[in-house]
């Protein structure tokens, strides 16, 4: 298992498929609203889908009615309180894809108090799916993203997708945030609701205050994660500048790490400079580039057909091209944590991997196109833009962060209506609303957080230390924050989450640890590990290379007892490394070794709650 096995890149065009037969099941008769989520682990909860009618354009220039799905999670209260309604990033992201997510932990907490709505917005999830396009931005390799080859391709596919969705009649211009907002009005008169708590999260956060602004009277609640202004759409260059020495910070402070860091902005500055002077040009290999062992086994003979012909992909390594991966990812936690690894690597002359990703963000679905157009309307005022402008070229992602949606030549081929300066300005709100920041979080920021709270009345906070962008499924502990703040206390805190950094050095002593175990036995093996683990050894590993060397010796070697004692060794040395008590458990669960398997998945759930798929294999694991 490779590190990127343990998370997934978001890129450019919010990529996600939802397949929804296997998301809501039907649970009875055709005339039913119940069904089942299913979520990615494979837990099932009964809820109820339904839809609502809005028009498609309320200035009258539609007569195009769309129809917009909900799903209801019950409260298990027996007396609860007023609806809690969920309103997902992107935009364009899906809200019932989410909870099929670690995000259902979150649903399952606050659905103690209220009924939990996830609404699909306009043009996402089961919102009309018509607007989910199959096409793929296909951007050249080896120029630059900032490229005119670049712009003329952008161009042609936004040309292309305005006409299909003209076929379709679609009216992109009604696909906005204010649209959005008189829909959640529209949802709650549906549902006959006197007042609701609205729960928002990234760009639900921006779509939530748009609803504050219009219909504060039927809001007694907001719960505010990742916030995202009126006025915030794009991001400011100093904010990437902060929360890159905030890395730094933390980078310094990990002893071991830092010997090997010890000035990561000076790092990223150097590598820029050497990429600005001379762009690094990768072979990929094929099979590598194309994921092949996660495609089906026709694809996997196409790939091997066509790497007789030509093995490698050559990718460009430009500045921009890297500026832009860490804006893309800055809210992603796994991401922030290789970024050390990344620079250090690259330094050394090694840009294979910088270069797959960037291979993966310039070969992108579109995924919504609603995500388009209601990032465009929302705008940006003529004071923010100034403000970027002035500090672009003084802070290392420059604005690298906003492309395209920073290039009037793509906002404009939209065609799309700016929302306008009322939509935008700041407003005196006196509804109780919940902020939730983390200090990892390079999307949205605490600056920008800070900015929209001064104008809440009854503001309350959260400042999670190691935290990135999604902050909901960061720690237990801020939903038991939550839960005080939906029953009336009102809230300043501050907790911090552990942050742990892609060991430097891990992958290469992953494998010496591996080679020991399986040519000289486990007890060299060990000896390996206490020495790189002393106090005084200069290499720094994490919870990772055990775990992967682990893992290689069950499944290669067939060596489940050795594997075993390197995952016992590697729980003692990084406790909070999840994925070894899960490994720990598959192996003796296929050893039949029932009790011992749920011992330890019962270990990394208790661990870490939102690591739910080890709760349903224990359920699943009959003990002896």
């Not at 769309?66 to 809690?84: D, E, F, R, V």
């Not at 996997?300 to 832009?324: L, P």
Request: proline share 4%; charged share 20%.
């Amino acid at each position: 298992m490779s590190h990127s096995n343990l998370f997934s890149f978001q890129v450019l065009g919010i990529l996600w498929l939802v397949f929804f037969p296997s998301c809501v099941n039907a649970n009875s008769d055709d005339n039913s609203k119940a069904f089942t989520l299913m979520t990615d682990d494979g837990e099932s909860f009964i809820s109820e889908l339904d839809y609502f009618k809005v028009p498609e354009s309320r200035d009258g220039n539609s007569s195009r009615e769309l129809s917009l799905a909900y799903l209801k999670i019950p409260s298990t209260s027996q007396n609860p309180g007023h609806p809690i309604i969920y309103l997902s990033g992107g935009p364009g992201n899906s809200a019932i894809r989410s909870a099929k997510t670690n995000l259902i932990t979150a649903i399952l907490e606050l659905r103690r108090h209220s009924d939990v709505i996830l609404l699909e917005q306009r043009g996402a999830g089961l919102s009309t799916m018509e607007m989910n396009s199959d096409r793929v931005f296909t951007l050249p390799l080896d120029q630059p993203i900032t490229s005119d080859a670049t712009r003329r391709i952008f161009t042609e596919a936004i040309r292309s997708i305005r006409d299909e969705m003209s076929s379709n009649a679609i009216r992109l211009d009604s696909y906005n945030t204010l649209e959005n907002a008189h829909d959640i009005e529209a949802l709650r008169k549906a549902l006959n609701l006197d007042s609701v708590i609205i729960w928002g999260q990234s760009y639900g956060t921006h779509l939530a205050l748009a609803y504050a602004r219009a219909y504060p009277s039927h809001i007694s609640k907001m719960i505010l994660g990742g916030i995202n202004g009126l006025d915030q759409r794009l991001r400011t260059p100093e904010d990437g500048q902060i929360w890159l020495r905030t890395i730094n910070n933390l980078v310094h402070e990990n002893t071991k790490l830092s010997k090997k860091v010890p000035d990561f902005i000076g790092l990223v500055d150097s590598v820029f400079d050497s990429l600005q002077a001379y762009p690094k040009t990768v072979e990929i290999p094929l099979k590598r580039a194309l994921r092949y062992d996660q495609q089906p086994w026709y694809n996997k003979i196409a790939i091997t057909v066509r790497s007789w012909f030509n093995g490698t992909i050559s990718v460009t390594v430009y500045k921009e091209d890297v500026q832009m991966l860490i804006g893309l990812q800055a809210g992603n936690l796994e991401f922030i944590r290789s970024l050390p690894f990344l620079f250090y690597s690259m330094k050394r002359g090694d840009y294979s991997t910088i270069a797959l990703q960037i291979f993966n963000m310039k070969n992108t679905p579109v995924g919504s196109v609603m995500r388009y157009p209601a990032s465009i309307a929302s705008g940006c005022s003529a004071e923010r833009l100034a403000l970027i402008a002035s500090q672009k070229d003084t802070c290392l992602l420059s604005d690298m962060i906003n492309f395209p949606f920073n290039r009037s030549w793509f906002t404009e081929e939209w065609k799309v209506t700016d929302l306008g300066h009322s939509f935008r300005a700041p407003f005196t709100c006196t509804i109780p609303t919940l902020f939730v920041s983390g200090t990892l979080d390079g999307r949205t920021s605490m600056t920008d957080a800070d900015a929209v709270r001064k104008n809440f009345t009854h503001a309350s906070n959260i400042i999670i230390e190691g935290a990135s962008h999604e902050v909901f499924t960061s720690d237990m502990r801020v939903l038991a924050l939550v839960d005080s703040f939906i029953i009336g206390q009102t809230l300043d805190r501050r907790i911090a989450v552990p942050t742990e950094f892609w060991g430097i050095d891990e992958l290469y002593q992953s494998d010496i640890i591996y080679n020991l175990a399986a040519q000289q036995g486990i007890e060299i093996a060990l000896k390996r590990v206490a020495k790189i683990t002393s106090d005084t050894a200069k290499v720094h590993i994490t919870g990772f290379t055990l775990y992967q060397s682990a893992q290689r010796l069950y499944e290669r070697d067939q060596k489940a007892e050795e594997a075993l004692v390197l995952l016992e060794m590697n729980t003692r040395l990084f406790p909070n490394f999840i994925h070894s008590y899960e490994l720990a458990g598959d192996i003796e669960a296929r050893r039949k070794n029932t009790n011992k398997a749920n011992e330890w998945y019962a270990i990394a759930f208790e661990k870490n709650p939102f690591f739910r798929r080890t709760l349903l294999k224990k359920s699943k694991t009959k003990p002896q």
